[in-house]
Every structure is written in structure tokens, then in C-alpha cells.
Nanobody, 124 residues
Framework: QVQLVESGGGSVQSGGSLRLSCRAL?????????MGWFRQAPGKEREGVAVIESDATTTYAESVKGRFTISQDNAKTTLFLHMNSLKPEDTAIYYC?????????????????WGQGTQVTVSS
């Protein structure tokens, strides 16, 4: 199993930047096949934002390409999401996730573990 603890959310003006962090605490041997970030805005379904697979392949939602970057530390115990050029429509609760299904992209999270979420608010 893995426990995920997010941090780094907050409020920022449009055009600003934030960095989210997710500390992964593993209770058994082995690591997830992928790690990623999802978000859920009020009244909307949760959507995938970015994913990084075990071979470092990354996938991004079209809405964040060129603005967000997902990365991990060398030990793969901390996941980051660097968010630049933030827009009001990026306002949401952001969730860190660990995926255990060995497939590419967001489908990796078909069997997943989720963090508690961190709020990101972007004002215009």
C-alpha cells in the first residue's frame, strides 16, 4: 500500500505560479506503475491533469500542456506539479494519485490510491 500526502496549494492571481508536492509513503515493497495529479472543480467531474510512468514517460491534459510540468525526485518518494501561467479555470482541488494498472496514460489509475487533495484557487 501507499499513502499520499499533498502540500503546496493556495491562492494566486491569474498568470502566477504554484508548485504542488506529494509525499508517498510506502508500506510494502514495490512502487506504483505511475504517479499523477487529478483535479476536481466545483460541480465538475474529476479529471486527469498529468501522469508520469515508471519509465519517466509523461502525459498531460490538453488544457495544461505547456504550462504544467510533472516530476519526481530521484528516490521516487516525492511527486511535484509545477504550475505556471495559472488561469481561473485551473481552480480546483488537486489530488495526488498512485496507479497500479500497467497501462499507459491516465488508464494506469484504474486501480489507484488517492491523496486527500489540496485546494488551488486562481483569481482573475
Amino acid at each position: 500500500q501507499v499513502q499520499l500526502v499533498e502540500s503546496g496549494g493556495g491562492s494566486v492571481q491569474s498568470g502566477g505560479s504554484l508548485r504542488l508536492s506529494c509525499r508517498a509513503l510506502y508500506t510494502i515493497k514495490g512502487t506504483p506503475y505511475c504517479m499523477g495529479w487529478f483535479r476536481q472543480a466545483p460541480g465538475k467531474e474529476r479529471e486527469g491533469v498529468a501522469v508520469i510512468e515508471s519509465d519517466a514517460t509523461t502525459t498531460y491534459a490538453e488544457s495544461v500542456k505547456g504550462r504544467f510540468t510533472i516530476s519526481q525526485d530521484n528516490a521516487k518518494t516525492t511527486l511535484f506539479l509545477h504550475m505556471n501561467s495559472l488561469k481561473p479555470e485551473d481552480t480546483a482541488i488537486y489530488y495526488c494519485a498512485a496507479g497500479h494498472t500497467v497501462v499507459a496514460g491516465f488508464a494506469c489509475f484504474a486501480i489507484g490510491t488517492w491523496g486527500q487533495g489540496t485546494q488551488v484557487t486562481v483569481s482573475s
